[in-house]
């Protein structure tokens, strides 16, 4: 380890002792100790603490909170910082969209996180009110753009309705069109009328997407199709009653046929 390093976690375990047992390195400071791509560590430090106690220290940045589970939190060279995890979420409260992006391939590449993981906490952070989760849903939308493949939250809604012994739907069909756009949905059950859509990362839709959603939905009921709608923490927090919620239609929709 380089001198000029050392130092500095020499200093960094100085300044978390000085705060205390529950404080972490945290922010831009773990995201460099996690090794993530775009930081390296350096002075002034981002340390987080407990909230309820007014903790100051000249030159550096004390953050506060009211959740810090064991779950979040580890130990980088001997030095308490926040999880990988945790991490990437308390970044996007500052990060540019470009450093979230690199950020968060790296933390996938490097397997300091998991898709799955990640979205669990997003979700169980995300009802605390975390600033800045809504960047990091933007961006994990993104990179599942340009990849081309199906979005985590599709994948995750295959995995339970097939664990469950549900037949497996068509992906990406192109059921109808409204107006002059071709009306493509998230998956259709063959031979049945039933369509199931997953609406996406983002706790709150535009008033234009809400009403091109609701036209959507409007047209493919209009053509004779059962549609059923699941949001991001239905899937994430609610299994068994998306599954049983899709066993239900298809129930009605071949009674139907």
């Known amino acids: 380890m380089p001198p000029h390093i050392q130092r500095l976690h020499q200093q960094l375990d100085a300044k978390l002792d000085s705060l205390g047992d529950s404080a972490r390195a945290c922010g831009p400071t773990a995201a460099a100790l996690e090794e993530f791509d775009g930081y390296r560590l350096t002075t002034p430090f981002h340390l987080l603490t407990l909230r309820g106690r007014n903790l100051q220290r000249?030159?550096?940045?004390i953050h506060t909170t009211t959740v810090?589970?064991?779950?979040?939190?580890?130990?980088?060279?001997?030095?308490?910082?926040?999880?990988?995890?945790?991490?990437?979420?308390?970044?996007?409260?500052?990060?540019?969209?470009?450093?979230?992006?690199?950020?968060?391939?790296?933390?996938?590449?490097?397997?300091k996180t998991t898709e799955d993981f990640l979205h669990r906490r997003i979700?169980?952070?995300?009802?605390?009110?975390?600033?800045?989760?809504?960047?990091?849903?933007?961006?994990i939308e993104g990179i599942e753009i340009t990849r081309g493949a199906h979005s985590w939250l599709e994948r995750e809604f295959l995995r339970l309705t097939i664990g469950a012994n549900l037949p497996r739907p068509t992906p990406q069909r192109v059921l109808g069109q409204r107006d002059d756009k071709l009306i493509r949905v998230d998956f259709h059950y063959p031979d049945t009328r039933l369509v199931v859509e997953v609406l996406g990362y983002r706790h709150r839709r535009t008033k234009l997407q809400m009403q091109i959603d609701t036209?959507?939905?409007?047209?493919?009921?209009?053509?004779?199709?059962?549609?059923?709608?699941?949001?991001?923490?239905?899937?994430?927090?609610?299994?068994?009653?998306?599954?049983?919620?899709?066993?239900?239609?298809?129930?009605?929709?071949?009674?139907?046929a």
């Open 58 to 61: 000249v030159g550096h940045h």
């Open 123 to 139: 979700v169980d952070l995300r009802g605390r009110g975390r600033y800045g989760i809504p960047l990091l849903l933007q961006v």
């Open 215 to 256: 036209e959507r939905v409007n047209r493919l009921t209009l053509d004779g199709y059962l549609v059923l709608q699941f949001t991001y923490d239905h899937v994430v927090t609610s299994p068994d009653w998306v599954v049983g919620q899709v066993a239900e239609a298809l129930f009605l929709a071949r009674r139907a």
């Open 68 to 111: 810090l589970p064991p779950i979040d939190c580890e130990t980088v060279f001997g030095l308490r910082v926040t999880s990988p995890t945790r991490t990437l979420i308390d970044l996007a409260a500052t990060a540019s969209a470009p450093q979230m992006t690199a950020a968060l391939d790296g933390a996938l590449r490097d397997l």
